[in-house]
């Protein structure tokens, strides 16, 4: 069955460090997307691609790099964390139904 | 710019009730999609519904289903004969897709737990 992984699931990291998150989808779905969940906000998005080389800012892109060599893979970049990126983070995909399909989260703390 | 509020932080219903989660949104444009997604303990988010605001006729799933109030800028969730498994975080969401931007609002979520 086709799916949308995440890893890892849980990450613990100091402030100032580059951690990047990994998401992984077999739907072959050209869209992919990056939330974070924090309670108070619902999820934000933080950046997405339509494909092979495009990416695109969302609501809340700062401090946040994401790349797309091909299609399976959207990997998210913490260029170096800060406290305030403890979260949540969500990776979906999504093809032109516009239903997004998310992956399990990741779990981040920066101390 | 777009806001989704639901202002009904956390419900509870009894299992085999019904139960009703609101949600409302400001936007200024007139084609758009809305969506729930149910969040269970379990963190996976999954679709409930969607609805694509250029259609009148509310969205039926199963024991799920839409009042759309395009007018009123309303699109509450109603839930038939509720069981325990839709014990869950409900979010309502709301997509614009246009000129190369994508604007995916999510609300901020309602508990819901069904009582046995």
């Known amino acids: 069955d086709a799916e949308i992984t995440q890893s890892p699931r849980h990450k613990i990291t100091e402030t100032g460090r580059q951690v990047t998150l990994a998401c992984h989808q077999t739907?072959?779905?050209?869209?992919m997307f990056w939330y974070r969940q924090d309670l108070g906000h619902g999820l934000r998005l933080i950046h997405y691609?339509?494909?092979?080389?495009?990416?695109n800012k969302g609501e809340v892109s700062d401090g946040y790099s994401v790349s797309r060599s091909n299609t399976e893979d959207l990997p998210l970049t913490l260029e170096s964390a800060a406290s305030s990126q403890t979260s949540v983070y969500f990776c979906?995909?999504?093809?032109?139904?516009?239903?997004?399909?998310f992956g399990p989260g990741t779990r981040l703390t920066v101390l | 710019a777009q806001t989704v509020t639901q202002s009904q932080p956390e419900m509870s219903v009894q299992e085999a009730e019904t139960v009703t989660l609101s949600c409302t949104y400001d936007?200024?444009?007139?084609?758009?999609?809305l969506f729930w997604y149910k969040q269970p303990p379990s963190r996976q988010m999954i679709l409930v519904i969607r609805?694509?605001?250029?259609?009148?006729q509310n969205a039926t799933e199963n024991r799920f289903s839409v009042n759309f109030q395009k007018a009123a800028k309303s699109f509450s969730l109603k839930i038939s004969d509720s069981q325990l498994g839709d014990t869950a975080m409900y979010f309502c969401a709301f997509m614009k897709h246009a000129s190369g931007t994508y604007k995916y609002i999510f609300g901020t979520g309602t508990r819901l737990k069904v009582l046995a």
């Open positions: 979906a995909s999504s093809v032109g139904s516009y239903t997004q399909y």
């Open positions: 609805q694509e605001a250029y259609k009148q």
């Open positions: 936007t200024s444009e007139n084609n758009y999609y």
């Open positions: 691609s339509y494909g092979v080389q495009d990416t």
């Open positions: 739907w072959n779905h050209n869209n």
